[in-house]
Protein backbone atom coordinates (compact mmCIF):
# COMPACT_ATOMS: atom_id res chain seq x y z
CA UNK A 1 0.00 0.00 0.00
CA UNK A 2 1.37 3.18 -0.84
CA UNK A 3 0.09 6.16 1.32
CA UNK A 4 0.37 9.89 -0.27
CA UNK A 5 0.71 12.30 2.16
CA UNK A 6 -0.45 16.00 1.95
CA UNK A 7 1.31 18.47 4.29
CA UNK A 8 0.08 21.22 5.35
CA UNK A 9 -3.69 20.98 7.51
CA UNK A 10 -2.33 17.28 7.32
CA UNK A 11 0.59 16.68 9.50
CA UNK A 12 0.93 20.15 10.15
CA UNK A 13 -1.03 23.00 10.96
CA UNK A 14 0.17 26.66 11.84
CA UNK A 15 3.80 26.32 9.83
CA UNK A 16 3.32 28.68 6.72
CA UNK A 17 4.67 32.20 7.71
CA UNK A 18 8.42 31.80 7.26
CA UNK A 19 7.01 29.27 3.44
CA UNK A 20 4.78 32.37 2.24
CA UNK A 21 7.46 35.26 3.58
CA UNK A 22 9.90 33.05 1.43
CA UNK A 23 7.34 33.12 -1.79
CA UNK A 24 7.12 37.00 -1.56
CA UNK A 25 10.62 37.44 -1.26
CA UNK A 26 11.16 35.34 -3.91
CA UNK A 27 8.27 37.19 -6.13
CA UNK A 28 10.08 39.97 -5.32
CA UNK A 29 13.39 39.00 -5.92
CA UNK A 30 12.61 37.63 -9.44
CA UNK A 31 9.80 39.90 -10.69
CA UNK A 32 10.30 42.86 -8.84
CA UNK A 33 6.63 43.24 -7.18
CA UNK A 34 5.91 43.47 -3.87
CA UNK A 35 2.80 41.73 -3.25
CA UNK A 36 2.69 41.45 0.35
CA UNK A 37 -0.33 43.91 0.63
CA UNK A 38 -2.25 41.78 -2.63
CA UNK A 39 -5.90 40.31 -1.51
CA UNK A 40 -5.24 37.06 -3.59
CA UNK A 41 -8.12 36.11 -5.73
CA UNK A 42 -8.14 32.41 -4.42
CA UNK A 43 -7.91 30.45 -1.69
CA UNK A 44 -4.52 28.72 -1.48
CA UNK A 45 -5.77 25.82 0.59
CA UNK A 46 -4.63 22.65 -1.58
CA UNK A 47 -2.88 24.41 -4.24
CA UNK A 48 0.57 23.95 -5.81
CA UNK A 49 3.35 27.21 -4.78
CA UNK A 50 3.55 27.51 -8.37
CA UNK A 51 -0.39 28.37 -8.94
CA UNK A 52 -0.31 30.78 -5.80
CA UNK A 53 2.56 32.47 -7.20
CA UNK A 54 1.24 32.69 -10.87
CA UNK A 55 -2.41 33.92 -9.44
CA UNK A 56 -0.09 36.83 -7.04
CA UNK A 57 1.80 37.87 -9.68
CA UNK A 58 -1.16 37.97 -12.36
CA UNK A 59 -3.49 40.03 -9.68
CA UNK A 60 -0.06 42.35 -9.42
CA UNK A 61 -0.56 42.60 -13.42
CA UNK A 62 2.55 40.26 -15.08
CA UNK A 63 2.01 38.87 -17.92
CA UNK A 64 1.46 35.22 -18.40
CA UNK A 65 4.39 35.40 -20.44
CA UNK A 66 7.02 36.85 -17.92
CA UNK A 67 5.75 34.42 -15.19
CA UNK A 68 5.97 31.21 -17.45
CA UNK A 69 9.55 32.20 -18.03
CA UNK A 70 10.53 33.09 -14.60
CA UNK A 71 8.67 29.65 -13.28
CA UNK A 72 12.14 27.93 -12.34
CA UNK A 73 13.29 31.09 -10.87
CA UNK A 74 10.82 31.73 -8.56
CA UNK A 75 11.09 27.82 -7.47
CA UNK A 76 15.08 28.58 -7.04
CA UNK A 77 14.91 31.80 -5.31
CA UNK A 78 11.80 30.56 -2.74
CA UNK A 79 13.79 27.49 -2.03
CA UNK A 80 16.67 29.13 -1.01
CA UNK A 81 14.78 31.77 1.12
CA UNK A 82 12.25 29.14 2.79
CA UNK A 83 15.97 27.47 3.99
CA UNK A 84 17.45 30.56 5.61
CA UNK A 85 14.00 31.95 7.47
CA UNK A 86 12.83 28.09 8.65
CA UNK A 87 15.15 27.64 11.29
CA UNK A 88 12.26 27.31 14.19
CA UNK A 89 11.41 24.22 16.09
CA UNK A 90 8.17 23.26 14.37
CA UNK A 91 7.64 19.90 15.87
CA UNK A 92 4.89 21.74 17.93
CA UNK A 93 3.11 22.38 14.50
CA UNK A 94 2.66 18.26 14.14
CA UNK A 95 -0.74 17.44 14.58
CA UNK A 96 -1.79 15.50 17.78
CA UNK A 97 -1.29 11.76 17.44
CA UNK A 98 0.32 12.16 13.94
CA UNK A 99 3.77 11.05 15.25
CA UNK A 100 2.49 7.28 16.73
CA UNK A 101 0.49 7.41 13.40
CA UNK A 102 3.84 7.57 11.30
CA UNK A 103 5.68 5.50 14.07
CA UNK A 104 2.61 2.46 12.65
CA UNK A 105 2.76 2.68 9.52
CA UNK A 106 6.91 2.82 8.83
CA UNK A 107 7.03 -0.21 10.94
CA UNK A 108 4.08 -1.80 9.11
CA UNK A 109 5.49 -4.34 6.29
CA UNK A 110 3.97 -3.82 3.32
CA UNK A 111 3.42 0.06 3.72
CA UNK A 112 5.08 2.83 1.65
CA UNK A 113 4.64 6.27 2.72
CA UNK A 114 5.83 9.32 0.28
CA UNK A 115 4.62 12.99 -0.22
CA UNK A 116 1.71 14.76 -1.99
CA UNK A 117 2.17 18.26 -1.82
CA UNK A 118 1.70 21.64 -3.09
CA UNK A 119 5.07 22.85 -1.87
CA UNK A 120 7.89 22.64 -3.31
CA UNK A 121 10.17 19.92 -2.73
CA UNK A 122 13.37 21.84 -1.05
CA UNK A 123 10.43 23.74 1.09
CA UNK A 124 8.65 20.23 2.14
CA UNK A 125 11.98 18.46 3.19
CA UNK A 126 13.13 21.42 5.14
CA UNK A 127 9.62 21.91 6.81
CA UNK A 128 9.20 18.34 7.75
CA UNK A 129 12.71 18.29 8.94
CA UNK A 130 12.55 20.87 11.47
CA UNK A 131 8.91 19.49 12.29
CA UNK A 132 10.84 16.22 13.66
CA UNK A 133 9.30 13.61 10.61
CA UNK A 134 10.99 14.18 7.55
CA UNK A 135 12.73 10.66 7.93
CA UNK A 136 9.36 9.08 7.70
CA UNK A 137 9.42 10.13 3.82
CA UNK A 138 11.90 8.79 1.64
CA UNK A 139 13.73 11.52 -0.80
CA UNK A 140 13.16 10.42 -4.50
CA UNK A 141 9.68 9.64 -3.59
CA UNK A 142 6.50 11.42 -3.77
CA UNK A 143 4.68 14.36 -5.83
CA UNK A 144 5.35 17.93 -5.27
CA UNK A 145 4.45 21.42 -6.40
CA UNK A 146 8.12 21.84 -8.05
CA UNK A 147 6.73 19.02 -9.92
CA UNK A 148 3.93 20.64 -11.63
CA UNK A 149 1.79 23.52 -10.69
CA UNK A 150 -1.16 21.02 -11.67
CA UNK A 151 -1.62 19.16 -8.55
CA UNK A 152 -3.64 16.54 -10.67
CA UNK A 153 -0.62 15.54 -11.89
CA UNK A 154 1.02 14.40 -8.74
CA UNK A 155 -0.27 11.13 -7.94
CA UNK A 156 0.75 9.44 -10.90
CA UNK A 157 4.46 11.12 -10.56
CA UNK A 158 4.54 9.67 -6.96
CA UNK A 159 2.94 6.05 -8.20
CA UNK A 160 5.45 6.10 -10.81
CA UNK A 161 8.01 7.45 -8.50
CA UNK A 162 6.91 4.07 -5.95
CA UNK A 163 6.96 1.75 -8.93
CA UNK A 164 9.01 -0.38 -11.19
CA UNK A 165 10.65 0.92 -14.14
CA UNK A 166 7.81 1.82 -16.59
CA UNK A 167 5.39 0.31 -14.40
CA UNK A 168 3.73 2.87 -11.50
CA UNK A 169 2.71 1.06 -8.33
CA UNK A 170 -0.84 0.56 -8.83
CA UNK A 171 -3.77 2.50 -8.68
CA UNK A 172 -5.63 -0.01 -6.47
CA UNK A 173 -2.93 -0.22 -3.72
CA UNK A 174 -2.73 3.94 -3.46
CA UNK A 175 -4.32 6.39 -1.00
CA UNK A 176 -4.04 9.96 -1.12
CA UNK A 177 -4.55 11.79 2.22
CA UNK A 178 -5.48 15.18 2.56
CA UNK A 179 -7.54 18.40 4.26
CA UNK A 180 -9.09 19.56 0.77
CA UNK A 181 -11.13 19.14 -2.08
CA UNK A 182 -8.00 19.43 -4.03
CA UNK A 183 -6.55 16.52 -2.80
CA UNK A 184 -9.53 14.27 -3.13
CA UNK A 185 -9.55 16.20 -7.13
CA UNK A 186 -6.25 14.91 -7.49
CA UNK A 187 -6.73 11.50 -6.52
CA UNK A 188 -10.21 11.24 -8.36
CA UNK A 189 -8.34 12.46 -11.74
CA UNK A 190 -5.82 9.66 -11.34
CA UNK A 191 -8.50 6.85 -10.18
CA UNK A 192 -7.23 6.48 -6.80
CA UNK A 193 -8.37 6.16 -3.41
CA UNK A 194 -8.87 9.38 -1.01
CA UNK A 195 -9.08 9.66 2.78
CA UNK A 196 -9.85 13.18 3.77
CA UNK A 197 -9.08 14.21 7.25
CA UNK A 198 -11.30 17.23 8.45
CA UNK A 199 -7.84 19.23 10.53
CA UNK A 200 -7.41 21.91 8.21
CA UNK A 201 -9.75 24.81 6.79
CA UNK A 202 -12.82 22.83 5.91
CA UNK A 203 -15.32 20.68 8.10
CA UNK A 204 -16.25 17.20 7.56
CA UNK A 205 -19.12 17.60 5.56
CA UNK A 206 -17.40 19.46 2.83
CA UNK A 207 -14.98 16.80 2.07
CA UNK A 208 -17.77 14.04 1.82
CA UNK A 209 -16.74 13.05 -1.61
CA UNK A 210 -13.95 11.13 -0.28
CA UNK A 211 -13.95 7.42 0.28
CA UNK A 212 -13.33 8.25 3.84
CA UNK A 213 -13.59 11.06 6.11
CA UNK A 214 -11.67 10.96 9.64
CA UNK A 215 -11.47 13.77 12.09
CA UNK A 216 -7.99 13.67 13.38
CA UNK A 217 -5.10 11.11 13.45
CA UNK A 218 -6.17 8.39 16.07
CA UNK A 219 -9.58 7.87 13.29
CA UNK A 220 -7.50 7.91 10.59
CA UNK A 221 -4.90 5.62 12.36
CA UNK A 222 -8.02 3.37 12.71
CA UNK A 223 -9.18 3.59 9.50
CA UNK A 224 -6.32 2.87 7.78
CA UNK A 225 -5.53 -0.08 10.37
CA UNK A 226 -8.94 -1.43 8.83
CA UNK A 227 -7.19 -1.49 5.19
CA UNK A 228 -4.04 -2.62 6.46
CA UNK A 229 -5.55 -5.78 7.84
CA UNK A 230 -8.07 -6.34 4.72
Known amino acids: MLLLFDIDGTLV ?3 TDAHRD ?3 TALRQVHGVDVRDLRLSLSPAG ?3 GEIARALLLDAGISALKIDEGIDSVRDACCRSYTQLCTQDLSPHVLPGMRDLLDWLAGTAGVQLALLTGNFE ?5 KLRQAGIGHYFATGQGGFGSDSEDRAALPLLARRRAGRPGVPYPR ?3 IVIGDTPRDIACA ?3 GVRCIAVATGPYRAEQLSDADAVVVNAVALQAALRELVAA
Not at 122 to 126: E, F, K, L, T, W
Open 13 to 15: AGA
Open 22 to 24: ALH
Open 47 to 49: RTD
Open 122 to 126: CVARV
Open 172 to 174: EET
Open 188 to 190: RTD
